[in-house]
């Protein structure tokens, strides 16, 4: 299934994608941020969406999806396009989710998903946003992707992705000519 083509067509799709998990898919894929030309990859790709914080996720070479975040995070975060969307589908707001710690026993990252998760619905409920688990079951829905009450193993599908060689990594050059390059792990900042 073509996720990108599908969002690109569908504009109450699209924005509902948006308002469940901040990621906004772009009309046409582009190059990613460069920063002047400042900033360079070890892996090419096309930028096909973004964040309200200006972060991109990368449509890799390889068929993976990297993240470039607008704080200097970069890393891949899904093998491919169709587990992506499973990933931010059924974890939005995914970037609560990085605390390596919990990754180390599967119960622990099982209550510490539901924690995260919990406070997800309570912080839109608060603000009179929508209700979290309803709209989520509508995008997943429409995009025929299944919504998991346990999601365990979709983030340890992420945490293993993020891990695997070669990173995703970016490297900032300063003017003067020296280079600052990050690890490509989205849990090590």
Known sequence: MDFIKMLQEDNDLSDLLCDVCDIEILPD??????????????ISGKTFAMAGSGSEYILLEDGSIGFWGSEGACG???DNLQEFFEFVVNCPYW??????DEYQDREELREFAREVYE???ENEADLCIFDLPEAQQELADRMGIGIKKDVVDILMRFYDCTRRDPRF?????????????????????
């Open 119 to 121: 406070g997800h619905i």
């Open 95 to 100: 970037e609560d989710y990085l605390d390596e």
């Open 169 to 189: 990594i970016s490297t900032y050059t300063e003017n003067d000519g020296s280079a600052h390059s990050g690890t490509g792990s989205l849990f090590v900042r």
């Open 29 to 42: 894929f582009k190059v990613p941020q460069d920063e002047g030309g400042h900033l360079a990859y070890n």
């Open 76 to 78: 891949r975060i899904a």
